[in-house]
Structure formats: C-alpha cells, structure tokens
C-alpha cells in the first residue's frame, strides 16, 4: 500500500480541457480486446492478476481530486527517474516490457505500448485490461482515448517530470 501512497503525493494534477466521453468506431477499445481473452482460450501462464493492485490505487483517486493516473514507461534512460519508480508501470499493469505507459480512470484501465511488444503484452496484462496498440489504426493516443473517458475539467495525475513527455503518446 505505502508504494500507491507515494506515487499519488507526487501527482501534479493535468486538466484535460473537452472532455465529452465520444465512443470511438471501429477497433475494440474494450477489455480484453486480444486473442487469448477470448472464451476458451488457454490463460498463459504469464498472466498477472492486477485487480487488487488496481483498486488500491484507485482508492487514492478521491483524495487526490484526480479521474484518472498515468503510469509512466520506465525507459531507463531517464536517469533522473527517483529510486523505485522504474518498476511501477509492471507493477500496476503485469506487463514488464521496456516500453509502454498505463492509464487507470476511475471505471477502466489501459496500457499503451508498440509492435514489438504486443504479445507480451497479452500473455502479462489480465483480461481487464484494454490493449493500446500503438501506431496501428484506430489506436487512439493517451489524449485522444481521455478525451472520450473523462468530463471537462476531471484531471489526470502522473509524476510532475513524467507528464510531458507521456501526454505526447
Ligand atoms: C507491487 O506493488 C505492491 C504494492 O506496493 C506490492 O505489494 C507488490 O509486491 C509489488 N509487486 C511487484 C511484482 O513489484
Ligand atoms: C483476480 O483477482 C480478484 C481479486 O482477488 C478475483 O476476484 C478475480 O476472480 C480474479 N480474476 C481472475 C480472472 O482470476
């Protein structure tokens, strides 16, 4: 638990202007929207179970007056990332691939990340997850997809040095 308390007290409150929760066409944006979330499919055993991790963030929403929280990549290159923080986008999401962010709002939770990582992204997130395919068509961007989630003025955190460079995805 103190892990979530730490990431929220850093939050640096982002407005998303027109917001308006629009219903994308065309490609699945819903959970689990990857082969092996189908029925019947078989559960890879990678597969980490993030229900529990996701709802205890959550619990931090209300008091941090924020919808939604970013979760940054963890590239490593960002040497200034503070101690700790590069394991928390595997954490939240199971998915430990070096490139991708999550998102969780108050009702959903997403993870963006690119071609090379797709199957490894649906053999680590669970089936509640909504796979962001990066650069293929009708993959919204971070902006684009909060745009259809929150209302004007609802608010995502994210760790103050983070935001810039995560809302350009
Ligand atoms: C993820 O974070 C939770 C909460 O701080 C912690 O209990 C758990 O051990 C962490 N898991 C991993 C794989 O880092
Ligand atoms: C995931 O964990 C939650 C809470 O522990 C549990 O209720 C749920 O059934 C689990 N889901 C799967 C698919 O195992």
Known sequence: MGTYIVWISSVLAVAV???NREKRQGLSLEPGNWPSCQSGA???YTRVNTTDRVAALRTYFASSRIQAYLVPSEDAHQSEYPSGYDKR???ISGFTGSAGFAVVTIDKQALWTDGRYFLEAEDSLDCSWILMRQRE????TMVEWLKTQLL???KLGASPF???SGIDH
């Open 89 to 91: 986008r595997g954490n």
């Open 17 to 19: 202007a027109d917001g």
């Open 137 to 140: 068509t009708g993959v919204p």
């Open 162 to 164: 983070l935001v810039s």
């Open 42 to 44: 078989a559960r890879p």
């Open 152 to 154: 004007s003025g609802e």
